[in-house]
């Protein structure tokens, strides 16, 4: 993940007083909270120990070291806010992931929200666009209604 994917996943879900809990490897992510005066849990994707306060935001690379990623994913949701989402970080190039990964979120009453495709250099005026792309990431949510069913 990039530093500026970091800044605009902080700025874009969450708000100053969420609790963002960071799965994903490398500083950027990190970065990006503490230049947004945001609090956080740097943490790995163990089974155990993400604290028990519910969060915003959870950023997690693909795959994770789950067996089961309904099980991941049924771990996220109870560790999110309602409204809360979990971006997930996938490898560019492999066009079933996102949708293994999706399939897997809804099992576990997790809606999709949106799916960002990050490259590493914006086009420029006048030249033929050639994207380089390095970074997909999916964007999960839970449902802020009251039934307790993924919305999407």
Known sequence: MSNAMGVRLVHNLTH???????????????????????????????????GREPATLIVTGWPVAYPCPVEFFLRCRARLAPGGCVAVLLPHGDVTLPVDVVVAAKRAGLAYLQHIVAADRPPRRGQQAQLAIHTDVLILTRSAMATGRADG
């Open 16 to 50: 100053p007083c969420d609790l963002i809990i960071d799965l994903a490897e490398g500083p950027q992510l990190a970065r990006a909270v503490i230049a947004a005066h945001r609090r956080n849990h740097l943490q790995t994707a163990r089974p155990v120990g993400w």
